[in-house]
Nanobody, 124 residues
Framework: QVQLTESGGGSVQAGGSLRLACAASEYSTSTYSVGWFRQALGKEREGIACLTRDGKVRYGDSLKGRFTASIDNPQNTLYLQMNGLQPEDTAMYYC??????????????????WGQGTQVTVSS
């Protein structure tokens, strides 16, 4: 069972930045891929990025350019750097893992394990 724990959420004014982190158990010795998602109140869960074991990152089309996903393999930690935040970025942010190791698409139904989420609130 993969365990994922997000941190780094909070409140920020429009135009600000945040960096989220996700501790992923056993990532350095595993074969799974990992990803970031978000879900705003009343909306469907949206894919932000997926990272494969060989370091490739696939981004969701709507967020490319403002958000940067990365991973520190020795520390088993994913990061999501978010710049230029806007009120519409307010959401619960989740990290997730996919056991087949692929990142063909950043779709929530293709991921097997999920963290509890961390809230990001952007005020105007």
């Amino acid at each position: 069972q993969v365990q994922l724990t997000e941190s780094g959420g909070g409140s920020v004014q429009a135009g600000g930045s945040l960096r989220l982190a996700c501790a992923a158990s056993e990532y350095s010795t595993s074969t799974y891929s990992v990803g970031w998602f978000r879900q705003a109140l009343g909306k469907e869960r949206e894919g932000i990025a997926c990272l494969t074991r060989d370091g490739k990152v696939r981004y969701g089309d709507s967020l490319k350019g403002r958000f940067t996903a990365s991973i520190d393999n020795p520390q088993n930690t994913l990061y999501l750097q978010m710049n230029g935040l806007q009120p519409e970025d307010t959401a619960m942010y989740y990290c997730a893992a996919r056991k087949d190791g692929y990142c063909l698409h950043v779709l929530p139904e293709q991921f097997n394990w999920w963290g509890q989420g961390t809230q990001v609130t952007v005020s105007s």
